[in-house]
């Protein structure tokens, strides 16, 4: 079992990294504003709550198990 939540962590942690790099590339710098200048910078701390609530939920539902012991 200790290897698998090891697995799971590494994973989160990659596709963290992958998204966040892949926000930061997709957004439009070099260009003048149109709809994607307008379009990433809005979906993005919305992708990034969801993938920190992915990440917090497991970290909470742990912490509230381990306190009902």
Same mark, same amino acid.
Request: some cysteine.
């Given at each position: 079992m $200790? /290897? /698998?939540r090891l697995l799971l962590s590494a994973a989160r942690s990659s596709v963290t990294v992958v998204l966040s790099a892949v926000v930061y590339h997709l957004? *439009?710098?070099?260009?003048? *504003?149109?709809?994607?200048? &307008?379009?990433? $910078?809005?979906? !993005?701390? +919305?992708?990034? &709550?969801?993938?920190?609530?992915?990440? +917090?939920? *497991? /970290? !909470? /539902?742990?912490t509230t198990r381990m306190g009902a012991e």
């Open positions: $200790p /290897r /698998r957004v *439009p710098l070099d260009k003048g *504003p149109d709809i994607g200048t &307008a379009i990433v $910078p809005a979906v !993005s701390p +919305v992708l990034f &709550a969801g993938v920190l609530a992915w990440q +917090v939920c *497991p /970290r !909470s /539902r742990a």
